[in-house]
């Protein structure tokens, strides 16, 4: 039967990739266009004056090409204050480093997403779906550097008062960017996934995965390489997926290491021996000095790549706070069979589009976050024992405009206490998530919920903030601590049916009308 629903997904994903989506470009003026931005005046200010013929296309090449120059001038800034760091904290040049690196793949994202709508007034739908993305980084980007400034220097100091004014003006000006361009280009087609992913093919044949070269990690010297980060700086980088995966096996081991995959190393694969096997482990944390960005044992920002068979873990320990094991900014990337543990932040699902399968994920508070359009599918997630006093809260979701495609859907997975909260008291609280942003959005579906789930399900963040903005649901889950009838009654919060749930499977919510050749893996959503 899997095998039924894959051939009739792939020859329907064939047809979907080969139609172009075209919109009727009539004539606009700025002030019909930017009714529907969440910035109508910032937007009026950025256009151009009302010029006969112009269209919807024409103002959001505009405002992609003007987002792009306020983000070339916003870098420029920020390296200014980074050539001269005598009178910096060594937090605030971190926090400034971070913004920097953020802010630079902002100009590779919207310069890209200029790129792609280059002249044209129709994109196939995979493209729009790949700009959407882009454009939906651009803000989480830009708000993670606004985050971290904030919480590393003074609000009386010189670099805020001058960086986070025009950190929130651009932030209005690429929301304006991303409204227009869903306006012009993005299609609002249903997509009807056909069956839960089944399988994911890393044999030989038809179904395999590609490999252009693979080499060995092994501690003992009888491999390549004796330290994953020697084995990641040797690979090559590659501008699509068609030359093959670049495989690191990692043998059996405790890599004391800081890892980062780099976005210009894509279609790499990483393979351990197995979860508790293959351990790969850092302790950096915000109250040693580390930014929770930078905090992350295991980096990720190559597009496309896949692990399999690690574990990888964050040892800082709940009095450390925000210390993140894997930050996860790698679009179309994924994880199998794989461990993440730690206690605040452990799963820093950061942006564009990632897939866990078959994963753990060990945490305390917000242990997992961040703005991506992320699917846990077949995890055990295992809430563990926090400080005195703190309660649990599983997801921190941070989407921050309406317009954005992002998420965290939480299907067919297993939620039951960690063996430290199993044998404590019981008097600790777990959520399903609170809403750190104003757009949150979290779907449960079809998941094993266990006593612990506080009857309430949700908390909130601080007072009302985002209680009625917010997207939290729940489908078809079991287990008892399941039951939605003592659920919170915020407006942002929803008991739904599979018509709305199938929205957020994995081929509807993360792949789209991808069929990723390059991998040969049909990622495949869908209700059964």
């Known amino acids: 039967m899997a095998s039924m629903h894959s051939s009739t997904c792939i020859f329907s994903l064939f047809l979907i990739f080969h139609l172009s989506l075209a919109i009727p470009s009539t004539t606009s003026s700025p002030d019909t266009v930017c009714r529907s931005t969440p910035f109508p005046s910032v937007c009026k200010s950025m256009l151009p004056g009302n010029q006969p013929g112009s269209t919807i296309h024409d103002y959001g090449r505009f405002s992609i090409r003007r987002s792009l120059a306020t983000t070339q001038n916003l870098l420029s800034l920020i390296n200014s204050y980074l050539s001269n760091q005598n009178t910096l904290s060594q937090t605030a ?6 913004c920097q690196h953020l802010i630079s793949l902002n100009l590779d994202f919207l310069s890209n997403a200029s790129q792609s709508i280059g002249f044209t007034d129709t994109l196939q739908s995979s ?16 708000q993670t550097c606004s985050d971290g400034l ?9 670099i805020q008062n001058a960086l986070l004014t025009p950190l929130n003006n651009g932030n209005m000006m690429n929301s304006v960017s991303l409204a227009l361009f869903k306006q012009g280009w993005a299609h609002n087609e249903a997509r009807h996934g056909r069956g839960l992913l089944t399988q994911l093919f890393f044999g030989g044949g038809a179904g395999g995965v590609n490999v252009s070269q693979m080499v060995v990690v092994n501690q003992d010297g009888s491999g390549n390489f004796t330290n994953i980060t020697a084995a990641v700086a040797a690979a090559p980088t590659y501008s699509s997926g068609s030359n093959g995966y670049f495989v690191i096996y990692v043998v059996a081991g405790v890599y004391q290491e800081y890892v980062t995959i780099t976005k210009n190393q894509t ?89 866990y399968r078959q994963c753990d994920v060990y945490g305390t508070v917000d242990f997992i976050f961040g703005n991506a359009a992320t699917v846990l599918q077949d995890c055990n997630l295992y809430p563990r024992l926090p400080l005195l006093g703190q309660s649990n809260t599983i997801t ?17 997975c297993s939620i039951t206490a960690a063996q430290d ?68 009654t915020w407006l942002g919060y929803h008991v739904i049916g599979a018509t709305d749930a199938v929205n957020f499977t994995v081929s509807n919510f993360i792949f789209g009308d991808h069929w990723l050749p390059q991998t040969k893996v049909p990622y495949i959503g869908g209700l059964m």
């Open 127 to 142: 493209q729009a779906d790949d700009t959407h993305t882009l454009l939906s980084a651009v803000l989480t980007n830009q």
């Open 421 to 488: 909260l199993a044998s404590s008291n019981g008097t600790t609280q777990t959520f399903l998530g609170r809403p750190w942003k104003l757009y949150s959005t979290v779907v449960y579906m079809q998941s094993f919920m266990d006593y612990l789930i506080n009857p309430a399900g949700w908390a909130p963040w601080s007072g009302d903030f985002a209680l009625n903005t917010s997207y939290y649901a729940e489908y078809n889950n079991y287990g008892p601590g399941s039951n939605t009838s003592n659920r919170v």
């Open 267 to 355: 279609y790499l694969m990483m393979i351990g021996d197995g979860i508790n096997h293959t351990i790969i482990t850092g302790n950096h944390s915000v109250a040693d000095g580390w930014t929770t960005f930078n905090s992350a044992t295991f980096v990720v920002e190559g597009q496309g790549f896949v692990a399999l068979n690690l574990t990888i873990r964050n040892t800082a320990g709940p009095q450390k706070f925000q210390a993140v094991a894997l930050r996860n900014d790698a679009d179309l990337s994924t994880f199998y069979n794989c461990s993440f543990e730690g206690y605040q932040d452990t799963l820093y699902t950061h942006s564009l589009r990632q897939f």
């Open 396 to 412: 921190a979701q941070g989407k921050t405009d309406i317009n954005q495609n992002t998420g965290t859907s939480i299907h067919n």
């Open 93 to 98: 040049i971190r926090a400034l480093q971070d």
């Open 150 to 158: 904030q919480v590393a220097t003074l609000p009386s100091s010189a």
